[in-house]
């Protein structure tokens, strides 16, 4: 169904633009792909959200940890039933982590949160923007740009986390754990896990 969605909208866009190539067309096809394969993938995660008893906990996960993700970047699954696995068993599976964490004394929390950013630091600076070769990050400046922004919403999610630690222990759980999966995410063993290929790898400055 989404192929076929994404399909037509293509033929239209070809229509009204026809000199675009087979380059950015293919390009434009994975964008449209991820856009509208976005939405059953964000209500069938929600459903099993419910289903677990972690909806509000997995919206939370989704919604404080998307700034990190979207400039952070990572691989993305290569069938819409790939994604339809991965999406919930990351959000639903980082709630239902976070709410079964028994109690951790503040000092074992700054450790584990300080390796979180020291590991995350180093990824980011090795692989961020972390593209791939469906969707490229080909100017540099906007390569630079997002570099920065990861740096910046990492930092400013696990000091969040620390914040929140006293009244909202599930929650600051919730944020160590998800820049954790998503810095993971951007590394080269998932990349090949997944069969993905970062931008630079297939398009040469």
């Excluded at 856009?35 to 509000?56: C, F, N, S």
Aim: hydrophobic share 50%; glycine share 4%; charged share 20%.
């Amino acid at each position: 169904m989404v192929d076929k969605i994404c399909d037509f909208i293509l033929a239209r866009i070809k229509r009204e633009m026809p000199e675009l190539d087979e380059e950015r067309t293919e390009v434009i096809n994975y964008g449209l792909q991820m856009i509208i394969g976005e939405v059953p993938k964000l209500v069938g995660t929600l459903i099993i959200a419910y289903l677990l008893g972690v909806l509000k906990l997995t919206l939370i996960t989704y919604i404080m940890l998307l700034p990190y993700k979207y400039f952070v970047g990572g691989v993305h699954a290569k069938s819409h039933i790939a994604c339809m696995i991965t999406t919930p068993a990351i959000y639903c599976g980082n709630a239902l982590i976070s709410k079964s964490l028994p109690f951790i004394p503040s000092t074992y929390r700054y450790l584990a949160i300080l390796i979180v950013w020291i590991f995350s630091m180093i990824v980011i600076t090795i692989y961020a923007p972390a593209d791939t070769e469906n969707v490229p990050i080909l100017r540099k400046r906007e390569r630079k740009f997002k570099k920065i922004m990861s740096y910046i919403t990492m930092t400013l999610t696990l000091l969040v986390a620390i914040i929140l630690q006293n009244k909202y222990i599930i929650v600051s759980n919730i944020l160590i754990i998800g820049c954790l999966i998503h810095s993971i995410f951007i590394t080269k063993p998932m990349y090949k896990l997944y069969h993905n290929k970062y931008g630079y790898e297939v398009y040469a400055d």
